[in-house]
C-alpha cells in the first residue's frame, strides 16, 4: 500500500494521487461545483387568491434568478388536480427551467416544503443526452421523410 507522506494528518496518511482519489481538496470543490440543467414543476393550492398565487410565483421565480442561470418560466395556469390533495381539487401549475450547482435544487426543495400554499414539487436532473437524443430524432424523422418522398417518385 502506498501512501503520499508530504501530506501528514491527525487521522492517518491520505492515498496516493495514482490511486484514483483526489490528493488535493480543490479538486473535489472544482468536482462539486458542476452546473447541470433542472426542470422544477410546483403547484400552488388552489384555494389561493389571485395575489397569493402571484406572490409565491414570483417568491420562486426569484429565489431561482439570484441562485441559477438560464432561467425560464413556464405558466400552466390553473388546473384541476388528478386526485384531491388535502382536499384540494385545483392548482396552478409552474415549471421551471435553470441551470445551477447541484446543492441549490435540494435548497429549493427544501424551502418548497416549508412554504404554506405548495401542495407538491418536483425537481429533476435534465440530462445533456436527452437534449442530443432529440436532436437524433428530428434527423431520423427528417431522413424518413426523404426516404418516403423517394420510394413515391
Not at 482519489?21 to 388552489?46: A, R
Not at 405548495?118 to 426516404?147: P, Q
Request: proline share 3%; charged share 25%.
Amino acid at each position: 500500500m502506498c501512501y503520499n507522506t508530504s501530506v501528514v494528518r491527525a487521522k492517518g496518511p491520505t492515498p496516493c494521487h495514482h490511486l484514483g482519489w483526489p490528493n488535493d481538496h480543490k479538486e473535489v470543490k472544482n468536482q462539486m461545483e458542476k452546473i447541470c440543467s433542472y426542470e422544477t414543476l410546483f403547484v400552488i393550492s388552489g384555494n389561493c387568491s389571485e395575489e397569493e398565487y402571484n406572490t409565491l410565483k414570483e417568491k420562486f421565480v426569484n429565489l431561482v434568478n439570484e441562485n441559477a442561470t438560464d432561467v425560464t418560466v413556464n405558466e400552466w395556469g390553473k388546473r384541476r388536480l388528478a386526485y384531491a390533495i388535502n382536499y384540494i381539487t385545483e392548482g396552478y401549475y409552474v415549471l421551471l427551467n435553470f441551470k445551477s450547482e447541484p446543492s441549490f435544487p435540494r435548497e429549493l426543495t427544501r424551502v418548497f416544503g416549508i412554504t404554506e400554499g405548495i401542495i407538491r414539487n418536483i425537481t429533476l436532473a435534465v440530462e445533456a443526452k436527452a437534449e442530443a437524443s432529440e436532436a437524433a430524432e428530428e434527423v431520423a424523422v427528417e431522413e424518413t421523410v426523404e426516404v418516403e418522398e423517394t420510394t413515391e417518385a
